[in-house]
């Protein structure tokens, strides 16, 4: 019989994507969400040892990010709770070059589970799920000044990688560095999808001070405001500005190119007005 995995934000831009894999290849397992029976929240610890019941192995995904302040402090204590429930595998979606994030990994490597975890560039899928949609669709997109090049990951490649490390037992005790086969500035992939839509989408930088002007005005929360603070400033400052090939050693091909992932967006209409 399989194992049973619990996919924590399973409807989100990897766990979604987890769950079809698990479920094309028969494998058990339950989705962790605010809309989940029993529910999961991030914010309501009551729940967790409910959600955690008969549960072998679960893929962790923390909202917003394992940089804010109280994600160690939630990671130990789900980590506690699913070591005394048995729980016997967690693998942990992390982030390139987040020393904050570093600390939620170093609980779930010492938590005396079978841990793998994987760190990812920036999704490809910002461009078209959320954050990056709107301003695409509007033909105009504004961002701080970005020095760096990023290595931007396909949200199914990391998926697949998911896949394997909760379902192959020889992924145990890896960190994985997940990056696409480029590096591309945010401009040079705005330009990509501008050609390949056939639609102009300007591109403007502006510093750091104005843009969170500009987020303030939009009423943006300032919880979202802090992180986007630090993503932009600190972990694009090109401490990422390299490739790997961990997605080769796991999946034994090349990982999702920006083209590919342009190409196979455009089809799905989401660009269109």
Request: aromatic share 10%.
């Amino acid at each position: 019989m399989d194992s049973k995995i619990l996919i924590l934000g399973g409807t989100g831009k990897t766990g979604k994507r987890v769950a079809e894999i698990l479920q094309k290849k028969k494998v058990s397992f339950c989705i962790g969400s605010r809309n989940g029976n029993p529910s999961f929240d991030w914010d309501k610890p009551e729940n967790w040892k409910s959600v955690l019941k008969n549960i072998e192995k679960v893929y962790i995904t923390f909202q917003p990010d394992l940089a804010v302040p109280e994600a160690s402090k939630k990671i130990q204590l789900f980590v506690d709770i699913a070591k005394n429930l048995g729980v016997k595998k967690l693998v942990l979606l992390s982030g390139r070059g987040e020393k904050e994030a570093q600390v939620c990994e170093k609980i779930v490597i010492n938590s005396g589970i079978d841990w793998t975890v994987i760190r990812a560039s920036w999704f490809m899928q910002n461009f078209n799920e959320n954050f990056f949609l709107d301003s695409i669709l509007e033909g105009n997109l504004i961002l701080p000044k970005i020095i760096a090049l990023e290595p931007f990951i396909d949200a199914n490649d990391i998926a697949e990688v998911v896949a394997l490390s909760l379902t192959q037992k020889k992924h145990t005790g890896k960190i994985y560095e997940l990056t696409g086969p480029q590096l591309l500035s945010f401009k040079d992939a705005i330009s990509l999808i501008s050609k390949s839509i056939e639609r102009p989408i300007a591109y403007q930088e502006v510093n750091m001070t104005d843009y969170l002007i500009m987020l303030r005005e939009y009423q943006i929360p300032e919880d979202s405001i802090w992180l986007i603070n630090y993503l932009f400033t600190e972990v694009l400052d090109g401490r990422n500005e390299f490739l790997t090939d961990d997605v080769q050693k796991v999946l034994n091909r090349q990982p999702i190119s920006f083209e590919e992932y342009v190409a196979k967006t455009k089809m799905t209409g989401v660009w269109n007005f």
